[in-house]
């Protein structure tokens, strides 16, 4: 792959793009097209508090594997869900 400088407009105008975009000549003819890179967003979570809440889940998902039948429906879930938020189902 070959590597491009852009000047510091050129960067500019591609780093404020919010899609894809179109570089063309100075005739307006398409010469490439460019799809800019996002920096990576913070993750929410540190490591630490998703193994916290791992162990802290660990009871419940052993308990659901020894009573599946205790468990509910993705349908039951979401009626509830449904009647919380004044919802009807």
């Known amino acids: ?12 105008q591609i780093e404020a793009a919010t ?3 179109t570089i063309v000549n100075e005739q307006g ?11 990576t967003p913070e993750p929410k979570y540190t490591v ?10 660990a009871g419940v998902r052993e308990m659901a594997r020894k009573q599946p039948e ?9 009626a509830n869900l449904n009647r919380l938020a004044g919802e009807s189902p």
Not at 1 to 12: G, V
Not at 70 to 78: D, Y
Request: hydrophobic share 40%.
């Open 1 to 12: 792959m070959t590597t491009i400088r852009a000047d510091a407009e050129l960067a500019r």
């Open 19 to 21: 899609g894809g975009v």
């Open 29 to 39: 003819t398409t010469i490439a097209l460019c799809v800019p890179l996002k920096p």
């Open 48 to 57: 630490e508090e998703i193994e916290h809440r791992r162990r802290d889940l």
């Open 70 to 78: 205790r468990g509910k429906s993705l349908a039951e879930i979401m």
